[in-house]
């Protein structure tokens, strides 16, 4: 399975982005997907995730109310978006779509993750 992200972006402080994943292979059927990120000097931090139905969410508390993750699984087209406003400073980081066979409700670490995206940069300027 291959996780395809778009591209990231460069926004102002208060500004929104749009980051979408689409999951490419065979037998990809109920994987929950989601996204890490790592700003510079870090480690890598859940984000947000979805359930394959997208019915089912969960997400980071620095984010909760200002990102929204999305799901489009029908027609096997395994995609993910993640909704971004009121972007500050702080969430400037490199974004990695990821897949898990895991529940969305429990807690996501990075070493539980089944396939990774290549990662995307998102800037935010003040």
């Known amino acids: 399975v291959n996780l395809v992200g778009s591209e990231g972006g460069s926004v102002q402080a208060g500004g929104s982005l749009r980051l979408s994943c689409a999951a490419r292979?065979?037998?990809?059927?109920?994987?929950?997907m989601g996204w890490f990120r790592q700003a510079p000097g870090t480690g890598r931090q859940f984000v947000a995730a979805?359930?394959?139905?997208?019915?089912?969410?969960?997400?980071a508390d620095a984010v909760r109310g200002r990102f929204t993750i999305s799901r489009d699984s029908a027609n096997a087209k395994n995609m993910a978006y993640l909704q971004m406003n009121d972007l500050r400073p702080e969430d400037a980081a490199t974004y990695y779509c990821?897949?898990?066979?895991?529940?969305?409700?429990?807690?996501?670490?990075?070493?539980?993750?089944?396939?990774w995206g290549k990662g995307t940069l998102v800037t935010v300027s003040s």
């Open positions: 979805a359930s394959w139905g997208g019915d089912i969410t969960n997400y």
């Open positions: 292979g065979r037998r990809f059927s109920s994987y929950a």
């Open positions: 990821v897949a898990a066979w895991r529940a969305v409700s429990s807690t996501w670490n990075e070493e539980d993750m089944d396939f």
